[in-house]
């Protein structure tokens, strides 16, 4: 809008200047309430300059919280990938550990057989192959765990990766926003430059 300025000067605390009387000083008094309208002016535009420059740096701020979601969830999905890794060494292991026990349950198997003459070694015999059962039960069990572990693992990266998603259309809009704050500081950077 605008602004309606009134001003008396007085050399003393009892004459004022009218405007007839000196056109120098008359120029002198309008340059001076000019010169104080520009300053005021300035220095009105200068505090909404650092408020359209607060405004920016909320943003960049937001904007960087929102590049440090996208690493968590970035960071998320490659610790459930080495998990998933290394469930699979795991069952691999296992699997290899199923197959040795699985012979050696075939051999102990014979020597129960071979020794049902004697009680002592067959009941010896027959312990040794429980234990080698249980082991590979034991085995298997780990298996069935690991693959639950890599279900809940794939489960997790896939929650990540819609995260993932959405994060990057915050990126995106929070981009706009700051290019068209940046608009606005150069606007007003420009009009205060423009006060004269």
Do not use: C
């Not at 995260?163 to 915050?170: D, P």
Request: net charge positive; glycine share 6%.
């Amino acid at each position: 809008g605008s602004v309606r300025l009134t001003a008396w000067f007085t050399a003393n605390d009892t004459l004022f200047f009218k405007g007839a009387d000196d056109s120098v000083r008359n120029l002198a008094i309008e340059k001076y309430i000019r010169d104080f309208a520009a300053g005021e002016y300035r220095d009105a535009v200068k505090e909404e300059l650092k408020g359209e420059q607060e405004k920016l740096k909320a943003l960049e701020k937001d904007l960087a919280g929102i590049i440090k979601e996208e690493e968590k969830s970035t960071k998320k999905i490659n610790e459930s990938n080495r998990s998933i890794k290394k469930s699979q060494d795991n069952i691999a292991a296992n699997n290899k550990s199923i197959e040795n026990t699985s012979e050696k349950i075939a051999t102990q198997k014979g020597m129960v057989e071979r020794t049902l003459s004697d009680a002592n070694a067959n009941k010896g015999a027959k312990q040794t192959l429980k234990d080698l059962e249980n082991e590979r039960k034991k085995l298997q069990k780990d298996n069935v765990n690991e693959n639950k572990n890599i279900d809940a693992m794939n489960k997790a990266i896939r929650e990540e990766d819609r995260n993932t998603v959405l994060i990057k259309e915050k990126i995106a809009g929070k981009n706009g926003e700051i290019d068209k704050q940046k608009e606005k500081v150069k606007e007003v950077q420009t009009r205060l430059e423009g006060i004269k």
